[in-house]
C-alpha cells in the first residue's frame, strides 16, 4: 500500500502536465504462481482418476527496445508517473503512430529461435475495448495475420527418482503477434481513487500463444524457463517477470484421456515461473474435485492468490466478448524481405528488415549450448542442464581457460559449492565475490597438493566472506598449507593409533575400512591440512 501511495502522490505532481485522467476505477487483480510433478495422480475421494490436466500458455513478452513500438517515447521501469509518454501515447487526436524498425526485428528473430514460419506481409489491427489505462480505447494488435505462426519450442526438465535425468520436450507455438502494452492503474487507498499512469502505454509487446501440449504445472514452468533464456541469450527481452517484461496467462482444463478436451479456465497475469507451476497445478486439482463432485467447470478468468496457493474467481467467460476487430488504417501492411536480392528498386536495405540478416544475428541457444557442454567438455546432461539454466556457463569456461583441472572436476565446485553460496543468499553469479580466475587460482593449489581438498573449501568459504582476497592469502594467513613432514605426521598417527585400538584391532582383523576413519580423525587433529597421501601410507604400516 505504501508503495502505490508514493507512486500516486509522484503521478499528482505530473498529472498537470499531460492532462489525462485525474480519477477513474480499475480492476485490481491478483496474481499466482508454482511448481509440482506430472507423474503425481490427481486426488479424488474414490482413489486415482483416469482426468489428465491439459495446459496452454499465453505470454506476453516486453521487447527489449529503448522506445516504444508506435512512437518514440522511451522505456524505463523506475521512471516517475506520466514522464515518458508521447502525444500518440495519451492518444492525442491527430497523432500518428510511427513503426519501431528494431521492435519489428526482435519479433522476427524470436520467430526463427523458435522455428516459426515468418509471414512476409502481416497485418496490424485495432482491438476494442474500455480500460480505463488504454486511453485510445482500443489495442493495435496482429490478430488477422501475426507476424510469426507455426514454432516449437523444445524444453527440458529433470525427472527419474532422484531427479537427474533429463526429459525432453516439445511444445507447439502457434503464432507471436506484435502489440502495444497498456498504462497501469496507481491505486490510492488513502484517498479512495486510481490514477493512471501512461509510462507503460504503447510500450512493444510480443505475444506468444503456445498450443495446449502440457499436462502440469512443471511442464508449464520448464517451457517458460526455457523460452526465458531463449529470449535473454537473442537481447530481444529481458524476461524479468518481477518487472512485468514476462507475463503468462494460463489455460487449464482436465478431461479423461479418451474424451475431447474440458472446459478451460484462465488465470491471468501469472509474474513468476515458481507460482505458474504452483497456480496450473490447484487449478488442475480444483477442476478435478468439482468434476468428482458432479459440478460443471465454468468457463472463466481466474488469479492466483499465493498467499493462499489457490485459483480465485475474477469473471465470467461464458458469453463472448466482442472486441470490434478492424484493420489498423494508420499502418499499411508489413513486409519482411527474405534478402537482399528479393527488395523492390529503389529500396535502401536498412530501411527494411531482412531475414537473412536477421538470421546470421542468432546466437548459440540454450538447447545447443546444452549439447555442446556435453560433447566439448564430456559431462552429464543434467550437470549441462543445471549450468545453462542458472546462467552459469560463462563462469564455468571462463574457470576452465585459467586452470588444468578436468572438466568434472571444475563443475563440482561450480556447482556445489558456488551454486550452493548463492542460492543460500539469493545472489546472480555476476554478484558473486569470487571472481572465476580467483576460483580457478584455488583449485591450482589443490590439484597441485599445495593444501588438501578439505582445506580447498574452508579456503573457499573464507574467500567468499572476505571479498579480494586471494586463496594463497587466506592459506598464509590462516596457516592452512599442507602438512608433508614425515616426522611430524608420524607423531599425529601413532597418538591416533594409540587412542583407537578397537579400530586398529578391526583393521588387522580384516576390516581395512576403517583406515578411512582413521584418516579422517587424523585429518580433524590436523585441521585438514595433512597430506592424505602419506597419512595413508604412514597409517598402513602403523596398523599392519
Known amino acids: 500500500m ?9 503521478l499528482l505532481q505530473n498529472i498537470n502536465k499531460l492532462r489525462i485522467y485525474s480519477k477513474t476505477l480499475c480492476l485490481l487483480r491478483q496474481i499466482g504462481t508454482s511448481s509440482s510433478t506430472c507423474q503425481q495422480q490427481l486426488k479424488t475421494k474414490s482413489g486415482p482418476q483416469q482426468l489428465v490436466g491439459v495446459v496452454g500458455l499465453e505470454i506476453h513478452a516486453q521487447i527489449n527496445s529503448n522506445s516504444k513500438l508506435f512512437s518514440a517515447s522511451s522505456v524505463s521501469f523506475s521512471a516517475p508517473p506520466n514522464s515518458l509518454v508521447s502525444l500518440f501515447d495519451a492518444s492525442i487526436p491527430g497523432t500518428l503512430p510511427v513503426l519501431n524498425k528494431g521492435c519489428v526485428e526482435a519479433a522476427v528473430m524470436t520467430g526463427l529461435a523458435l522455428n516459426c514460419t515468418i509471414n512476409r506481409k502481416s497485418l496490424f489491427d485495432r482491438k476494442h475495448y474500455f480500460y480505463a489505462d488504454l486511453p485510445a480505447g482500443y489495442q493495435i494488435t496482429q490478430q488477422r495475420r501475426p507476424i510469426a ?37 496507481l491505486h490510492d487507498d488513502l484517498r479512495d481513487q486510481t490514477l493512471v499512469d501512461l509510462n507503460r502505454a504503447g510500450v512493444g509487446l510480443m505475444e506468444l500463444v503456445m498450443e495446449p501440449d502440457m499436462s ?9 524457463r526455457e523460452l526465458q533464456l531463449i529470449l535473454h541469450a537473442l537481447g530481444t527481452c529481458q524476461g524479468n517477470m518481477s518487472e512485468g517484461q514476462l507475463r503468462v496467462d494460463a489455460n487449464v482444463s482436465v478431461h479423461k484421456a479418451d474424451e475431447p478436451l474440458g472446459v478451460r479456465a484462465e488465470v491471468k497475469n501469472i509474474n513468476s515461473i515458481r507460482f505458474l507451476a504452483k497456480a496450473i497445478d490447484y487449478e488442475i486439482q480444483r477442476q478435478a474435485d468439482v468434476l468428482q463432485a458432479g459440478g460443471t467447470v465454468k468457463n472463466e478468468t481466474r488469479a492466483y492468490d499465493s498467499k493462499t496457493g489457490e485459483t480465485i474467481p475474477m469473471r465470467d467467460k461464458e458469453g463472448l466478448q466482442d472486441y470490434r476487430f478492424m484493420p489498423e488504417p494508420n499502418l499499411p501492411p508489413l513486409v519482411v524481405y527474405e534478402d537482399s536480392a528479393s527488395l523492390p528498386p529503389g529500396i535502401d536495405a536498412s530501411e527494411v528488415v531482412v531475414l537473412q540478416e536477421i538470421r546470421t544475428r542468432l546466437p548459440e541457444l540454450p538447447g545447443v549450448r546444452r549439447d555442446r557442454l556435453v560433447q566439448t567438455y564430456d559431462i552429464l546432461p543434467e550437470h549441462s542442464f543445471t549450468l545453462v539454466n542458472e546462467g552459469l556457463v560463462e563462469y564455468f569456461e571462463a574457470v576452465l581457460k585459467a586452470t588444468q583441472r578436468e572438466p568434472r572436476k571444475v563443475i563440482g565446485w561450480v556447482m556445489n559449492e558456488l551454486l550452493g553460496h548463492l542460492k543460500q543468499r539469493d545472489m546472480s553469479v555476476s554478484q558473486s565475490p569470487i571472481a572465476p580466475p580467483a576460483l580457478a587460482e584455488l583449485l591450482e593449489l589443490q590439484e597441485t597438493g599445495r593444501i588438501s581438498s578439505s582445506v580447498a573449501k574452508q579456503v573457499f568459504q573464507e574467500m567468499w566472506r572476505s571479498p579480494g582476497k586471494t586463496a594463497p592469502q587466506v592459506i598464509q594467513e590462516k596457516d592452512l598449507g599442507l602438512v608433508s613432514d614425515d616426522a611430524q605426521l608420524r607423531n599425529t598417527c601413532q597418538k591416533v593409533v594409540d587412542s583407537n585400538p578397537k579400530k586398529v584391532d578391526a583393521i588387522r582383523n580384516g576390516n581395512k575400512k576403517v583406515l578411512n576413519k582413521l584418516i579422517g580423525i587424523v585429518q580433524k587433529e590436523t585441521r585438514g591440512r595433512a597430506d592424505p597421501v602419506l597419512v595413508r601410507a604412514i597409517l598402513e604400516e602403523m596398523t599392519s
Open 2 to 10: 505504501a508503495a502505490s501511495t508514493v507512486a500516486a502522490r509522484e
Open 149 to 185: 505462426v507455426d514454432g516449437t519450442l523444445a524444453y527440458s526438465l529433470l525427472g527419474g527418482k532422484k531427479r537427474n535425468q533429463v526429459i525432453r520436450k516439445t511444445v507447439r507455438i502457434k503464432q507471436i503477434q506484435l502489440e502495444q502494452d497498456s498504462g497501469k492503474s
Open 216 to 224: 502440469c504445472g512443471e511442464e508449464a514452468a520448464a517451457a517458460v
